[in-house]
């Protein structure tokens, strides 16, 4: 692991590994917050568009900003306690933590171009307004779904 590294306890390593699941489920958190139809950030932008799209691209613009807080600050976290505990063997093992969540990421950004197709289907097979309501709905639910798992994907 290099030199000054030689006596590292293994609780160390089990830091480095827990910081970095925690980190990747608040970036998870976070993005859904900042992406999911119900919360204010997502209706807040809706609202702007009413005005014109200038607007809208304005705080749509500076909301992504603030969305990079949250998750930049986790990593850095991760990465100056697991390096100051175990070097880059730590920055490794947070790296791999955030990585223990990935299978369940890659499970829910699944869901999203299914629902999509769900809403498709309904459409061209000429089904009633309340059918395409429903999958609106459920198109909704799964463009959420996609934004989770990229921001795990991240």
């Known amino acids: ?26 970036i998870g958190y976070v993005t859904e917050y900042y992406t999911s139809h119900s919360y204010t950030p997502v209706r807040e932008i809706a609202e702007t568009q009413k005005q014109s799209a200038a607007t809208g691209i304005i705080y749509g613009l500076a909301l992504g900003y603030l969305s990079c807080i949250i998750p930049v600050i986790c990593l850095g976290v991760t990465i100056l306690v697991a390096h100051t505990l175990c070097g880059m063997f730590g920055v490794a093992l947070g790296a791999l933590g955030m990585l223990g969540t990935m299978t369940m990421g890659l499970t829910i950004d699944a869901y999203g171009p299914i629902s999509d197709n769900a809403g498709g289907i309904a459409e061209m097979a000429g089904l009633p307004e309340t059918v395409r309501g429903l999958t609106d709905c459920l198109d909704a639910a799964g463009n959420t779904t996609a934004a989770i798992g990229k921001g795990f994907a991240i």
């Not at 030199?3 to 590292?8: F, K, L, M, N, S």
């Open 1 to 26: 692991m290099g030199p000054g590294y030689e006596h590292v306890k293994w609780w160390y390593c089990a830091v480095s590994i827990m910081l970095g699941l925690w980190s990747g489920l608040i």
